[in-house]
């Protein structure tokens, strides 16, 4: 059941209770306990918007920056990926095997916001070794969404 | 100068509710819960499949009966999902979709005056198939109290010494219904005793919500007297590639197999690279198309309840068939003041059979957001009705 809900709800997270009951063939009670479950255990952890900020005429800047840091005795790499992630500015942080640590994104509103940060927050921080930083120019999906169509229904009408 | 047109042809009727079609046509800011085809997309690594196909320049005949890769994995397909077994050589052929099959198994096991019996409501080409290859279409109604299955009572009385073929259009356009495995052993063992044969179009047979579907080819006895239709466009939304298949008994196929390649050659060569891979990696897409649609069924059928429309739970196919019999209109009626009133096209159930009358075709083929609006629509349409019955 909670898999069925989560995988509904990650891309329909406004449809209301009434229609989700429907929709998971329960009641609203069950669904409505399920829902506040989740959400007590940090298994739901937010009801986010996905925004085309393109198209809404606001300039962002997103960077992907590749990390490489030296982990902490006793800690790994928790510690520093807290250090990281604390800054309000910091989207995402996720450990990453291969040739670095740490992939962390970021928006900022230029790219002098976002290049600041990196030379004087993220840089500067002891474990830090290296960081290589990827400027975004186009998002075409995200999310599982495409961002830049928008579907016709071209079928006709009617067909027996 | 002579007339040109054959007295056949000229006598079928064109669709009953062609005058409802023009109305249709003529709207152009209507929603809609009219259409017999899937909202998704074919999945992308079918259409990458058929792309690939193409810059490798695969663009010629196949064999007439269909690539044989395709009718392996189609063997495949049909054994893994409903423990069917046909042998891919003799028993089966790639056709233009479910619709020439139907076409060229009457033409091949009809001969004049063959009776053939058609379960209504069903899809609109049984009978005119059945008149072109010289056969007589005899109807059965089917019930709502039924469920709208076949019962074998019903099936026994339209039984003549003239019946050839049953034709089981089953899950059901535009009904929804299903036959379970108890109603076929029960119509199966009268289609022995009276040795008939069976066209069984299977076309909706993964999109059952209760259990997964039974082919009457599974019941003892029944395989070789059955011709199973399906094809790709309902169960991989696959509708505009054109690509089905028949499986049966090798002297039928063998003949069907003449008439399509005299009047086909082949199907569509780029469809049928595609079709391999619908039918070897295809599954889970399918059951995630299957999920969405119960999700919209039970919705459906819960708005239904709410606004105490009359529907008979159905278990197939994407398919409503509500009863609209307490307005005191036709079905025609109902649709074309729906549409006029609200701008939403449904489908009359006469479209299907007269036995329709006094029910709509509601597709839910359709997102939820879109449901959504047109049955808040069938909602304040029905209400309005009520009243004005009242009022006069």
Known sequence: MREKILSYIETNSRVDLHDLAIIMDSDEATIMNELEAMENEHIICGYHTLINWEKAGIEKV????????????????????????????????????????FMVTLEGKTLREVSEFVSDKLSPLDSVLSTKTNFILKKYKDHGTVMTEQRKDERELVSL | MRNPLSKTIVEIEPSGIRKFFDIVSEMEDAISLGVGEPDFDTPWKVRDEAIYSLERG??????NAGLKELKVEIANYLHRRFELDYDYRSEMLITIGGSEAIDIALRAMLDPGDEVLIPQPSYVSYLPCTVLAGGKPVIIDLKEENQFRLTPEELEAAITDKTKIVILPFPNNPTGAVMEKKDLEAIAEVIKRHDLFVLSDEIYAELTYLERHVS????????????????????????GWRLG????????????????????????????????????????????????????????????????????????????FPSIREFGMTSEEFATEFLNRKKVAVVPGTAFGACGEGFLRISYAYSLDNLKEALDRLEEFVAELREERQGA
Do not use: W
């Open chain 2, 216 to 239: 009457i080819v599974s019941i003892p006895g029944m395989k070789e007297r059955t011709v199973l239709i399906s094809g790709f466009s309902k169960s991989h939304a696959m509708t």
């Open chain 2, 58 to 63: 695969r663009t010629f005949y196949t064999s």
């Open chain 2, 245 to 320: 298949y028949a499986c049966a008994p090798a002297q039928i196929i063998e003949q069907m197999l003449k008439i399509h390649q005299y009047a086909i050659m082949c199907a569509p060569t780029t469809s049928q690279y595609a079709a391999v891979e619908a039918a070897r990696n295809c599954d889970e897409d399918i059951a995630q198309m299957r999920d969405e649609y119960n999700a919209r069924r039970r919705y459906l059928m819960h708005r239904f309840e709410e606004m105490h429309l009359q529907c008979f739970e159905p278990f197939g196919a994407f398919y409503m």
């Open chain 1, 62 to 101: 997103t960077a992907m920056i590749e990390v490489r840091v030296t982990p902490q005795r006793g800690m790994g790499f928790d510690k520093v990926a807290e250090r990281i992630y604390n800054y309000p500015e910091v989207n995402s942080v996720y450990l990453i095997s291969g040739g670095f640590d």
